[in-house]
């Protein structure tokens, strides 16, 4: 029942709504690039600082953070080697 006026403006929103499937596609993929590379160097600072590998618990657990933080003060460094 859209008369052809309405045409364009069903093209421009079909258009839209693709576009903004386009951008949240490309954040999502952004965000998960990024978490996967930060997780990776968090996994590596923990076991360069601490000598042991890091668990998925280690990630988010503060006192690992802490002890991290003093092994790199007693150290001198980011890294004790």
């Known amino acids: ?26 954040v999502l993929i952004f965000t998960a690039v990024t978490s996967f590379i930060i ?7 923990i076991k360069k600082t601490l000598g042991r590998k890091a668990t998925d618990e280690d990630l988010a657990d503060i006192d690992t953070w802490i002890e991290v933080k003093e092994a790199e003060e007693k150290f001198g460094g980011k890294n004790p080697e």
């Open 1 to 26: 029942m859209s008369s052809r006026w309405l045409q364009p403006f069903v093209y421009a929103w079909n258009l839209f709504v693709e576009f903004k499937a386009a951008v949240v596609f490309a």
């Open 39 to 45: 997780g990776v160097r968090m996994r590596r600072e």
